[in-house]
């Protein structure tokens, strides 16, 4: 049998691109050499925010006892929560592969490799090819490390290390500040352990605005974590059940676990890939504006190197499925892609920053904002701090920054009000409810401008 779309790969990506080619009315297959869900499902997105939630209440009590409305102590119990992790995964799993079985979805386990038009899979049962008239590559990605900060898997951790934990340590390095290191890292935090930060960069969260980077410093300040920024690390290593840290003066600092969070790369190895003609550019696989690899051949999500988010993947994968089944030609256009930080405080950006706007126009670029201590809901939650900031570049809406209590909320409305371009005209076009969150963007929206020089 020869299917019309055999993908690689069941993350978000290869999962929403398969069940939508199969709604379309496609024959698919897809290989997946590990669990369906990819990273996102079971080492990344999901366990994160469960990990986020369940400890959640202990940031709350803590922002409402500093008020001196509330106090007592909220216990988590960290195997029960892992437990609790490991079951909603097997779960959602579960129901990922019933939902491909319905669709008439092959879903084919184990190491897929191409060759000569085909696909090989080494699966438990042996090798198997498997014959496509396309194919979409959607591998994702996976922890990259710097020589000498490879994870040695006993005090020293990547990010899937650190998810698989069976308790907690009571004093945490984290490398890198980033948004996969931070958020894991407040968790930690708010379980007891003692943080210590550490990157190369001169400030945290090193892609956002300087702003948004400032006022997350203050938190983590506040929280008395030890941030160490502008410092480079020559190695880590598990020295007598420690993890040690070397700073590239010799200096040495030593916690009970290594947190190693310094990025992601695509997984692209090992696949015969090149040998079929598909170009690698630092291991990412080069696409055009249809995201074709080679003829008859996609790529979407982190392999293609464009945007590393899962909403992203899924979002590229309905327009490849889209294109295979001939329901449209046009080139690929993703429009704006939000991003979040989790946690607390939380950090939401969707569009060009004010940097970037005033790099593609300088003569029109303009800022206006609101302080979240002036919303009713960051004030219920005793979570003042932080602000929402537009960033506008002839007239229109091209971004939108937020930091503090909650700031995900505003991604879905922010997404839609840069992606239309808005101006100050269509402000009062949407009635947005009251008390929320929302009302921020509103207030920011119509605060008095301020031009970026």
Known sequence: ???????LGAGPGGFDCATEAARLGLSVAMV??????????????????????????????ANQARMKVASGEVHVDFAALQARVGKHLAGSRKAMAMQLKNLGVELVEGFGRLDNGTVEVETADGARTLEYDNLVIATGSRPIFFPGLEPDGDCVLDSNQFLALKSMPKTLIVVGAGFIGLEMAQVAHRLGARITVVDAMDRVAPLEDPEVSKALGSVFKRWK???RLEKRVAGVK????????????????????????VGRGPVTQGMGLEEAGIELEFNKIKVDD????????YAVGDVNGRIQLAHAAVHQAHYVAARIAGRTDAPYVSGPVPSVLYGAPEVMRVGLTENEAFLADFETTETSRAMLAANPMTQAHAAPQGFVKVVWSGGKVVGVTAVGHDVSRLATPATIIVQQGWTVDNVHSVVFPHPSLDESLIAALTAERSRVE
């Open 225 to 227: 974590w030890d941030v």
């Open 32 to 61: 997946e050499k590990d669990f369906v869900g990819g990273t996102c499902l079971n080492r990344g997105c999901i366990p994160t925010k469960l990990w986020l939630g369940a400890t959640s209440a202990i940031d709350e009590l």
């Open 238 to 261: 598990t020295v007598d059940d420690r993890g040690v840290l070397t700073f590239d003066t010799r200096e040495t600092i030593a916690a009970d676990a290594i947190l190693v969070a």
């Open 290 to 297: 249809c995201l074709q690899a080679a003829d008859n051949v």
């Open 1 to 7: 049998m020869t299917y019309d779309l055999v993908i």
